[in-house]
């Protein structure tokens, strides 16, 4: 499987990559919706909303406390390093990600969207005013307006930020060759970004989704590994 992904990627102009949670799970950091995902051990709506933000802040700052906390001691693992090399050598042009670890740019990937935001950002609820890290790990108010301070996270029902996501469609609609790397593909809109190419598409994922039908190429197992397949093949061919 991973000879025909080598080949697609050698034979394509334009190689954009989606990614998700299931990126990030050999560095350390839970998905959302696998069997041991964070969905499973709590309700998102509790969390990562609007409401809870407002009407329970005290367990919404426990929970991206612990995430942000947690995330100080993960690094990026060989899969993130071969996306990032493969930006470098111009293989692929561009990274869509779901993910708010920062993980993908910490491991030297430049052209990348956040398509929901990121955890390493803290700013204030009511105004906006940028703070830091330490200052929402210590639960202070905004200096500015005396506000509540969280993540730069998209939360559920929350607007994508505008900019990635208009890049990540531009991104999509140029590509020849979407590779979608470790998402349920369960939330919109960025489920929808996939089907936006005109090109092949290629989904990788440790276990069966509800989309894998829709995509030309489907491999299951280990986003690290069939990343490292990948790049060997591609260097065995003089490519990466
Ligand atoms: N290799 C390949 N796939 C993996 C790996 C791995 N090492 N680890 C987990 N996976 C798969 C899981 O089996 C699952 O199908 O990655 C997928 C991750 O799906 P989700 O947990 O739903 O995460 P994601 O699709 O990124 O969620 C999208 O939902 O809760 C929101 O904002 C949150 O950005 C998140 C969004």
Known sequence: ????????????RKVVLLTGAGMSTESGIPDFRSSSGWWKQINPHDVATIEALENNYSL???????RLTALASCEPHIGHQIL???????????????????????????NVSELHGSIQAIRCHQCGTEATKDEF???????????RLRPSVVLFGEMLPENSWKRALTTMEQAD????IGTSLQVYPVNQLPYI???????????????DANFDLCIHGSAKEILVQTNNLLEQGGLS
């Open 1 to 12: 499987m991973s000879e025909k992904l080598a080949q697609w990627i050698r034979n394509s």
């Open 60 to 66: 919404f700052h426990q929970f991206y406390s612990y």
């Open 197 to 211: 190419t005109k090109g092949r598409t290629v989904i990788i994922n440790n276990e069966k989704t509800q989309s």
């Open 84 to 110: 990032a090399k493969w930006e470098s050598k111009n293989i692929i042009d561009f990274v869509a990600t779901q993910n708010v670890d920062g993980l993908h740019q910490k491991a030297g990937s430049q």
């Open 137 to 147: 790990l210590e639960e202070k108010a905004c200096t500015a307006c005396g506000g």
């Open 177 to 180: 060759l979407v590779i979608v």
